[in-house]
């Protein structure tokens, strides 16, 4: 178990190794037993490598809360990602982190809260524990996501369209996408055939593709040969996946919670997806990380 100075705990178990920033509570590295990594290193084309969504998954139209007739500033994916957690607990195997409410919270989103995110290591599993909890006296209206980028490819040698997710169960849904940043009818035909998607960089000239209610509650992300791995998540409704032209990943992201529809302007409150939790309550969600070495 280290922490160095720059606030980054290490540990890991008998397949894995990961590492966690308190800066947004996130996973900056992850690998398996061989030391293989499978993490985005958060190269130019995109400086990140799994940011933790809230309170906003996506983005408000005009990047504008509204609520009790008040205006608030709130940026794509809210600020969680880009503050500094406190660290709750740390051990050889995982560690705890959590965030409360402030005067610059306050300022942007007018809601006591507590989100915590637990982080442990089980054998080649990391297991992730998001848990927002209500701390006001005041219905708290929230959505959460994981945002996790993995090389794309996970062998340097082999091509990305070597890749290909599949899902645990058919998705033949339409999927949704976003303009401007706001989300889009659910009028995309799925990609997805007998479970499989296969990857490609085209699938992402668009923007990402969203599933908002997938049946699958896992999916598996490999080639032929080598390393992948699977990723399952519970808590969860909704699944996003995205990349970026020159960005070398690809990011599975498990949402509780959307962006706005496009034409939506009304009080926060009543956005959809959101989850609304009672005064004292709390709503919590897994993902889970398995490595297969290959």
């Known amino acids: 178990m280290t922490l160095d100075a720059t ?3 290490d540990f890991g178990a008998t397949g894995l190794a990961a590492s966690v920033c308190a800066q947004g509570a996130e996973l900056c590295a992850l690998s398996d037993h061989t030391g293989r990594p499978y993490l985005w290193p958060a190269g130019p084309a995109w400086p990140r ?9 996506g983005r408000l139209r005009s ?4 609520h009790d007739g008040a205006s608030y500033t709130l940026t794509q994916h809210g600020f969680a990602r880009d503050l500094a957690f406190d660290w709750v607990a740390r051990s050889s195997s995982g560690c705890t982190l959590a965030l409360t409410e402030s005067a610059a919270t306050l300022a942007k989103y007018p809601f006591p809260f507590r989100f915590e995110i637990e982080y442990a290591a089980h054998g080649e599993s990391l297991v992730i524990t998001y848990t927002v909890q209500n701390t006001g006296e005041a219905i708290l209206p929230a959505s959460m996501g994981a945002h996790p980028a993995f090389r794309w490819p996970l062998q340097p040698e082999l091509l990305k369209e070597a890749y290909s997710l ?3 169960a058919e998705e033949t849904a339409p999927l949704r996408g976003v303009s ?7 009028d995309r035909p799925s990609p997805i055939q007998n479970r499989i998607l296969g990857l490609r960089p085209a699938l992402f000239d668009d923007d990402a593709l969203i599933l908002p209610a997938p049946r699958s509650r ?15 998540w519970d808590g969860f409704s909704q699944l996003g996946l995205w990349s970026k032209p020159g960005g070398d990943f690809l990011c599975i992201e498990p949402w509780q919670g959307m962006a706005s529809p496009v034409g939506f302007d009304g009080d926060f409150c009543d956005k959809p997806w959101l989850m609304l939790i009672a005064p004292g309550q709390s709503r919590r969600a897994t993902m889970t990380v398995t490595l297969h070495a290959g």
């Open 218 to 232: 896992s999916v598996h992300y490999s080639a032929e040969r080598g390393p992948s791995l699977t990723l399952g």
């Open 63 to 66: 990047d504008t809360l509204r």
């Open 49 to 57: 490598h799994a940011p933790n969504l809230f309170p906003i998954v």
């Open 180 to 186: 401007g940043g706001l989300l889009t009818e659910a």
């Open 166 to 168: 599949v899902f645990e």
């Open 7 to 9: 606030g980054r705990h």
